[in-house]
């Protein structure tokens, strides 16, 4: 096997690691993930990931700007061929627009962004679950171009 084609970095929010944690568990996986930053607060979402301030106020923390920016934000922190920004409402709490269960995933690479919603609340564990399968769908899809 040869070098890999590319390189992936996360930046998780309403998952709180558990996408790097699954990377992470398979054998080889160092050549390929970069890394990730749990960015749970707007401060860390800006500060670290370089999400605007007018983009969080505008939009919300959970919204597909927001999936998008932290996606092209952590890829370009980390140097990575495609970056994953996941962003939502894990619950039990909500509110009238943005319900538990809401949740964006976006992924960034060269050749754009490509961006999930989904908006069924199963629980707080399963809603994140359900965050990460979204995400590695959409890496998969990624990496099969």
Known sequence: MGPPRTTIATAESCTGGL??????????SSSVYLGGVVAYANSSKHNLLGVPAATLTRWGAV?????????????????????????????????????AGLIFVAVASGRGTRLEMRDDDLGREANRSAAVELALGLLEQELAL
Do not use: C, H
């Open 19 to 28: 996408l790097g944690a699954i990377l992470t568990a398979v054998p080889g």
């Open 63 to 99: 919204s597909p700007q927001v999936a998008a920016a932290m996606a092209a934000g952590v890829r370009e922190l980390m140097g990575a061929g495609i970056g994953v920004g996941i962003t939502g409402v894990a619950g039990p709490g909500s509110s009238e627009t943005k319900p």
